[in-house]
């Protein structure tokens, strides 16, 4: 009850249950504070079930881990939901694919979380997807190979993921 004085937008993924927020939002709907689920999406099993519980007023959608622009589009459609479009701590390459959800989705009534290029001390790109005044264009991102090299996993890391990887390929077999 603290938190409205503040005149909060939303409140982002407050807790880590999809009951845990339908109780929430329950709790607090006389305060005028919308809970925007985020984790209780994208790393889903269901990623709409959140939507079918009433459990939240917003949905934080980043398309990479919803299986892509098409996939992401659907669960908006399908959840009715207002929505915010945000990415991960992405290079230009990823950002790109966000950039094109938000503009594919009709009222996207939230600025959206997609300048994620601008922390980061370099980019995979000749030509990264930085903000101006609040936006970033919607267009194709190329890779630049001396870049990539560049910026390029140790190779320890890199077998950690493939590691990873293999790991999660044989829970799908």
Same mark, same amino acid.
Not at 4 to 27: G, H, I, M, T, W
Not at 88 to 114: K, N, Q
């Given at each position: ?29 006389? +305060? *005028?504070?919308?809970? !925007? %689920?985020?984790?209780? #999406?994208?790393? &889903?099993?269901? $990623?709409?079930? @959140?939507?079918? /519980? ?11 881990? +919803? *299986?892509?622009?098409? !996939? %992401?589009?659907?669960? #908006?459609?399908? &959840?009715?939901? $207002?929505?915010? @479009?945000?990415? /991960? ?11 094109? +959800? ?72």
């Amino acid at each position: 009850r603290t938190l409205a004085e503040f005149d909060l937008e939303y409140a982002e993924q407050p807790c880590a249950s999809v009951q845990e927020l339908a109780n929430l939002k329950e709790r607090i709907e006389d +305060l *005028g504070i919308p809970i !925007a %689920a985020d984790e209780s #999406v994208r790393k &889903a099993f269901d $990623p709409l079930a @959140v939507a079918r /519980a009433g459990a939240a007023d917003i949905l934080i959608i980043k398309a990479q881990p +919803l *299986g892509g622009i098409s !996939a %992401a589009r659907r669960i #908006v459609a399908e &959840a009715g939901l $207002p929505v915010v @479009v945000s990415s /991960a701590l992405d290079t230009s390459v990823g950002l790109s694919m966000g950039a094109l +959800l938000a503009a594919s989705i009709p009222d996207v009534d939230y600025d959206c979380g997609l300048g994620t290029a601008a922390l980061l001390a370099g980019d995979v790109s000749t030509h990264p997807l930085l903000p101006v005044d609040g936006a970033i264009p919607v267009r194709r991102v190329d890779a630049s190979e001396e870049l990539l090299a560049r910026y390029a996993a140790t190779p320890e890391r890199t077998a950690w993921w493939l590691d990873r990887l293999e790991r999660c390929r044989r829970l799908l077999d």
